[in-house]
């Protein structure tokens, strides 16, 4: 072959390399409205483009916890968590996966050395002699598949899109474990304030069901006011006992989370009604989902399996592949490396389907079904999240009222016990009166916490919903090293 036909063929088959037979990617389109709910539950300025302030995602844990206790458990659960620790192994785990399967685009080359000795009989020998004949050989040797129609670079973009969906999953652990520290230190906190109420409340029975005796005694009390206050008495022991219990299995789920002992120098943090977080931006577009860790992994799935496509359908054309050796030969191992012991070799092969018993059909079907599949998979993560967010402005819309409702209703009740109490004290209503006034205080004062707990609750899956603060790590793009 001349020169200039040889150089023509090795630009052709460089061109034919860059053939792929994978469809071109078209990201799907949105499946939510574009605009968050609008209506009585959620306020007004929920579906604006952006916030007062012009910020187009939320803080990062570190400025969006205002507790310094909080901070400091979460960043010891960042360094300590099980499960986080999992999923930057698994990251680690499919890079390595993508490397190997990257190299395929490669030649690979090997140092070989090898020798043989073999004795042949007289009647297979031409002399008509036995014989014993040597052979030792060193060289190098290569091999390396022509990707002419793509599909060792399909599967390895397949590779790399699983490794970038993998680094995605773990950034989703990183949200959700900040999310669950804080909504567990907060439950922490809330269950010791309704202790304490307990505990207050259990006092005040007590004392109350002191004074009812001594006017039983006086003659004064019916026995059946004292069997109301002592029922008083036990509810409120029983509750506390709850609530006793309750903290204690607080501080496991916090220790499970942190990965090991909360510290012994904790700060004292604000109380629950203090300024524990940051105002999470509400007023964000609802197609910057598509920056959130679960939506990018299913879109970097769905991408693999639009490259499946190409590598199944690669699977039909030949498979060329080139395999060289260069080196010395020779019957002596002294004589390796004289004049004349240079050896070559060059074995190129092709390989054609011809009959397959409509697998290579079949398989092209699966890898089709599988982007199907993905493309379902990555709408119905947007559309959680766009349920999860609605779901959190909801939550930002009520909980306000809701929380001054209840707060005058403790004041209220405070006030309405007092004054039971006075007209018992003065005979003019039954124990009951006072009773009722009691439990109502208490019932109030617990749902205050519990209300406000669940307000807190709401704003922390408000920002896991919104992505959890984008600034703390952006989205994995490029290729791994």
């Known amino acids: 072959m001349k020169r200039g036909s040889m150089t023509m063929a090795a630009l052709l088959a460089l061109l034919v390399q860059g053939c792929s037979l994978a469809p071109a990617y078209r990201q799907p389109g949105m499946p ?16 604006s483009a952006q916030n007062a302030q012009g910020e187009t995602a939320p803080p990062d844990w570190a400025a969006f916890f205002k507790d310094p206790a909080l901070k400091q458990l979460v960043a010891m659960a960042l360094q300590n968590n099980r499960d986080l620790r999992v999923a930057a192994l698994n990251v680690d785990a499919y890079r390595a996966q993508y490397r190997i399967q990257r190299a395929g685009q490669f030649p690979s080359l090997d140092a070989v050395g090898e020798g043989s000795r073999q004795r042949l009989p007289a009647d297979l020998s031409q002399s008509g002699a036995s014989n014993i004949a040597s052979q030792y050989q060193v060289g190098l040797s290569t091999s390396y598949e022509l990707d ?26 990183h949200i959700s474990l900040v999310a669950d ?47 109301q206050a002592h029922t008083a008495v036990d509810g409120a022991r029983a509750q506390a006992q709850r609530y006793t219990r309750q903290v204690a299995i607080d501080l496991n ?22 300024e524990l977080l940051a105002e999470v931006p509400a007023g ?5 989902l598509r920056r959130r860790p679960d939506i990018l992994a299913a879109e970097h799935r769905l991408i693999g399996a639009n490259a499946n496509i190409g590598a199944a359908r690669a699977a039909f054309f030949p498979r060329i592949s080139l395999t060289a050796g260069a080196g010395t ?29 409509g697998r290579l059909q079949a398989e092209l079907d699966y890898a089709k079904i599988q982007k199907d599949i993905r493309i379902a998979q990555y709408e119905q993560a947007i559309q959680t999240a766009f349920k999860e967010v609605s779901d959190s402005l909801a939550a930002r819309g009520t909980y306000g009222k809701q929380l001054q409702a209840q ?13 039971a109490q006075q007209r018992y004290e003065g005979g003019i209503d039954s124990y009951l009166t006072v009773l009722d006034a009691q439990r109502l205080l208490f019932t109030s004062q617990q749902s205050l916490i519990q209300d406000r707990l669940a307000q807190l609750d709401s704003e922390i899956d408000l920002y896991k919903a919104l992505g959890g603060g984008w600034d ?6 490029g290729e791994a090293g």
């Open 181 to 227: 520290v804080a909504q567990a230190y907060l439950a922490w906190r809330a269950d010791q304030s309704l202790l304490d109420v307990s505990r207050n409340s259990l006092v005040a029975y007590e004392r109350t069901l002191g004074l009812v005796q001594a006017s039983h005694e006086a003659g004064v009390a019916s026995a059946l006011d004292v069997r």
């Open 407 to 419: 707060r005058e209703l403790v004041e209220n009740s405070s006030q309405y016990l007092d004054l």
């Open 284 to 288: 964000l577009p609802s197609d910057l």
């Open 148 to 173: 002419l129609f793509g599909r060792v670079r399909n599967l390895s973009r397949q590779a790399l899109e699983e490794y970038l969906a993998t680094e995605q999953a773990r950034r989703s652990v």
């Open 32 to 47: 939510v409205q574009n605009a968050w709910p609008e209506g009585e539950a959620y306020g007004a300025g929920t579906s």
């Open 253 to 274: 789920a916090l220790r499970l989370l942190l990965g090991g002992p909360l510290p012994a120098d904790l700060p004292q943090g604000p109380g629950l009604d203090g």
């Open 329 to 357: 030969a020779s019957a002596q191992m002294s004589g390796l490396f004289d004049a004349g012991s240079g050896a070559w070799s060059f074995v190129p092969s092709i390989s054609i389907p011809i009959f397959s018993a």
């Open 472 to 477: 703390e790590a952006a989205p994995a793009t």
